[in-house]
């Protein structure tokens, strides 16, 4: 359990640096993944240590138990001699034997005992191992789903906006040919309705103002000059012609 508060607390504090500086969550997961396995690493050389240890023990105790066999035969040679003195020696060294011997059998029981807690573990850890990295691929799976969905709606939220834009320049340029249009419209009803001349049509406004200008101007002029002629007609006529044209048209009433 230790071992697992203390990949949590890593993986939490991880986490949390990771979401305050926007990192990515995969990298995340993909860093306490390899702490994990890290510690499942160091959790298997604990147990190929304490293999190692214990069969080096069994490897002494066999070496030990040679000895033993060994002195059983001495001082069995040695009463067979008559020497029961080298007989009773062998067999103190036996029982000094037997004395690290029985150490050896209980220290093997020890690394056998943790032997089995440890590969008990390792299994427990490894499953677990197994299970996050299991979770750690869907939810980096996930996390790009998601960050290609936002890439996609920000590129059809920008092409929207492209659009808009677009939509708005051409009903802009349309705004434009209508008035064009209408505008080329009026000017061929006031040509045809003799409105506008071709001097309209080349000067605008201050063109038309200057023709009806002089056009009054000659008007004036004209009505003078008539008005000049009859005077010099009427002298050249006498006063009877004056008197005559002015009565007449009494006489006839």
């Given at each position: 359990?230790?071992?697992?508060?203390?990949?949590?607390?890593?993986?939490?504090?991880?986490?949390?640096?990771?979401?305050?500086?926007?990192?990515?969550?995969?990298?995340?997961?993909?860093?306490?993944?390899?702490?994990?396995?890290?510690?499942?690493?160091?959790?298997?050389?604990?147990?190929?240590?304490?293999?190692?240890?214990?069969?080096?023990?069994?490897?002494?105790?066999?070496?030990?138990?040679?000895?033993?066999?060994?002195?059983?035969?001495?001082?069995?040679?040695?009463?067979?001699?008559?020497?029961?003195?080298?007989?009773?020696?062998?067999?103190q060294r036996k029982e000094t034997l037997i004395v690290q011997l029985n150490g050896y059998e209980q220290q093997i029981?020890?690394?056998?005992?943790?032997?089995?807690?440890?590969?008990?573990?390792?299994?427990?850890?490894?499953?677990?191992?197994?299970?996050?990295?299991?979770?750690?691929?869907?939810?980096?799976?996930?996390?790009?789903?998601?960050?290609?969905?936002?890439?996609?709606?920000?590129?059809?939220?920008?092409?929207?906006?492209?659009?808009?834009?677009?939509?708005?320049?051409?009903?802009?340029?349309?705004?434009?040919?209508?008035?064009?249009?209408?505008?080329?419209?009026?000017?061929?009803?006031?040509?045809?309705?003799?409105?506008?001349?071709?001097?309209?049509?080349?000067?605008?406004?201050?063109?038309?103002?200057?023709?009806?200008?002089?056009?009054?101007?000659?008007?004036?002029?004209?009505?003078?000059?008539?008005?000049?002629?009859?005077?010099?007609?009427?002298?050249?006529?006498?006063?009877?012609?004056?008197?005559?044209?002015?009565?007449?048209?009494?006489?006839?009433?």
């Amino acid at each position: 359990m230790g071992l697992f508060s203390r990949l949590a607390n890593l993986f939490q504090i991880r986490a949390s640096a990771a979401l305050d500086k926007a990192e990515d969550p995969g990298q995340v997961m993909d860093y306490s993944y390899n702490k994990q396995l890290e510690q499942l690493q160091q959790l298997r050389r604990s147990v190929a240590d304490v293999v190692t240890q214990e069969k080096r023990l069994e490897l002494q105790q066999s070496q030990l138990q040679e000895k033993l066999n060994k002195l059983d035969f001495q001082a069995q040679q040695a009463l067979r001699a008559n020497r029961e003195d080298l007989a009773r020696m062998a067999l103190q060294r036996k029982e000094t034997l037997i004395v690290q011997l029985n150490g050896y059998e209980q220290q093997i029981a020890q690394l056998k005992a943790q032997e089995e807690k440890l590969i008990t573990m390792e299994r427990t850890v490894s499953a677990r191992v197994e299970t996050f990295r299991t979770q750690k691929e869907m939810v980096k799976a996930q996390y790009s789903a998601a960050q290609a969905q936002v890439k996609i709606n920000e590129a059809v939220t920008g092409i929207s906006q492209e659009m808009t834009e677009m939509n708005l320049a051409m009903q802009r340029a349309q705004n434009k040919v209508l008035d064009m249009q209408a505008r080329a419209n009026a000017m061929d009803t006031l040509i045809e309705q003799g409105t506008l001349g071709e001097q309209g049509l080349l000067g605008a406004g201050s063109g038309d103002t200057l023709d009806r200008e002089l056009q009054q101007i000659a008007a004036e002029q004209n009505v003078e000059a008539q008005l000049q002629a009859l005077k010099q007609q009427l002298q050249l006529e006498g006063p009877d012609a004056q008197h005559k044209q002015i009565k007449g048209p009494a006489t006839e009433m």
